[in-house]
């Protein structure tokens, strides 16, 4: 069983900040890329940003130069800071994985998915 726990959402003024957290724990052998996901009401899930586990980023164009994805590789756990919010990024945010379960089968990958937090940038 894998589980990926987000924390750190909130109610945050324009311009504010906010850190989020996601902690992965459970049957894992290797952890490859992690990932935050965010949807907003009435609007499809959306990539905001990747990370692989050399640490090589990927954002979504709304969000480069505000927010940065990190990871600690030793506490199974990935990072979201974010700078200059907008209204516009409001929304639930979700932590994704991708995990090798079980070290005897290495080629053998999941995709799992937090509970989500809510983000809610308003004055």
């Known amino acids: 069983q894998v589980q990926l726990v987000e924390s750190g959402g909130g109610l945050v003024q324009p311009g504010g900040s906010l850190r989020l957290s996601c902690a992965v724990s459970?049957?894992?052998?290797?952890?490859?890329?992690l990932g935050w996901y965010r949807q907003a009401p009435g609007k499809e899930r959306e990539l905001v940003a990747t990370i692989t586990t050399n640490g090589l980023t990927n954002y979504a164009d709304s969000v480069k130069g505000r927010f940065t994805i990190s990871r600690d590789n030793a506490k199974n756990t990935v990072y979201l800071q974010m700078n200059s919010l907008k209204p516009e990024d409001t929304a639930v945010y979700y932590c994704n994985a991708d995990i090798v379960p079980d070290r005897s089968r290495p080629y053998l990958h999941y995709n799992f998915w937090g509970q989500g937090t809510q983000v809610t940038v308003s004055s």
């Open positions: 459970g049957s894992i052998f290797s952890i490859n890329a």
